[in-house]
């Protein structure tokens, strides 16, 4: 019988998704289907519970993929999962849902995506010539995850950013950042930056070292209009704009290819990081190794995009 992949979300029939993984698994060679499971935002715990209880009874479900719900799914049903990965226990949430010999298992795989997503366009050899930094403008779930994945690389003695900045609107935003750094012994010095305006961000974009990433966290752009910069704002001198978004009005993009040319900013969008978020999540659930680049990767991308879209598109780099 086709096995079912399940997707948490709050609209999923509106996601490409939808058109995305059926292509994916045809050319993975895959029975199985996508069901979408809507819940509004801070749905009843009752609700995301019941939805994992039927994961974990069906026999012909795989486990599947959590976007929007990731904390409340694991508050509601912690105790229905026989194993949880490092990530998941130390982030206490799950975005990844999956089976192995008859066990229920739970990861959050974020901190490996970002990471993925980076090393494409910021490669260690990248860090260790350049010798830039990482500044994270938001303080949310995308930039926690992203500080423990370099947290793990360089655990690991690869090279990484020289400092990290984060930036948030309020102190209360930073705490948890800085509570999960002081549990883990965070290997790479981590500077907070509260921004109540975006001139304030501003500032902390100027001056960051040259050769940084300056990526937007906030869900500006996409989620609400804007971005968390003025248009006033000056990049570092060979700086990478990196907007975790895909789509979108993307306005903090826009700002950074308004720079001088003679600051020679590169401009990075967020397509890599979705398709990461997804591909790394489909291997997991799957059981199967999803590589995180060359030929297949590449194809499963331009599928991607193609869906997305609507048209063959000529993937970038």
């Avoid at 930073?174 to 001139?199: A, F, K, W, Y």
């Avoid at 978020?277 to 599928?303: A, K, M, R, Y």
Wanted: glycine fraction near 8%.
């Amino acid at each position: 019988m086709t096995a079912v992949f399940s997707f948490f979300g709050v609209t999923t029939s509106q996601s490409a998704i939808q058109r995305i993984y059926p292509r994916w698994v045809e050319l993975l060679d895959l029975d199985a289907r996508l069901v979408g499971l809507d819940f509004p935002i801070g749905a009843p715990a009752r609700d995301y519970r019941r939805a994992v209880e039927r994961i974990k009874a069906d026999p012909d479900a795989l486990g599947g993929l959590i976007t929007t719900h990731k904390l409340d799914v694991l508050a509601a049903s912690a105790d229905l999962f026989g194993g949880l990965d490092g990530s998941a226990a130390l982030l206490r949430e799950v975005s990844c849902i999956h089976k192995r010999d008859g066990r229920l298992l739970g990861a959050a795989l974020d901190d490996r995506t970002s990471r993925l997503a980076i090393d494409r366009f910021a490669p260690p050899s990248y860090w260790a010539e350049r010798g830039g930094e990482l500044l994270l403008l938001g303080a949310g779930g995308a930039s926690i995850a992203t500080t423990l994945g370099m947290h793990r690389a360089a655990e690991l003695g690869v090279a990484v950013p020289s400092r990290i900045h984060v930036t948030a609107r309020s102190e209360h935003r930073l705490e948890e950042l800085r509570s999960l750094h002081d549990r883990i012994g965070m290997r790479i010095e981590v500077v907070h930056h509260v921004t109540r305006t975006p001139e304030e961000a501003d500032r902390v974009v100027a001056r960051v070292a040259p050769y940084s990433v300056v990526a937007n966290a906030t869900g500006l752009g996409k989620d609400r209009p804007g971005s968390p910069l003025t248009d006033t704002v000056r990049f570092p001198h060979g700086s990478i704009a990196w907007d975790m978004n895909y789509r979108g009005e993307r306005r903090f993009l826009e700002q950074a290819r308004n720079q001088p040319a003679d600051a020679a900013v590169d401009v990075v969008d967020g397509w890599d990081y979705f398709v990461y978020s997804w591909t790394q999540v489909v291997g997991v659930v799957h059981d199967i190794d999803i590589p995180s680049s060359g030929p297949l990767f590449d194809e499963l991308s331009q599928i991607a995009r193609e869906e997305q879209f609507g048209e063959p598109a000529r993937l970038a780099g």
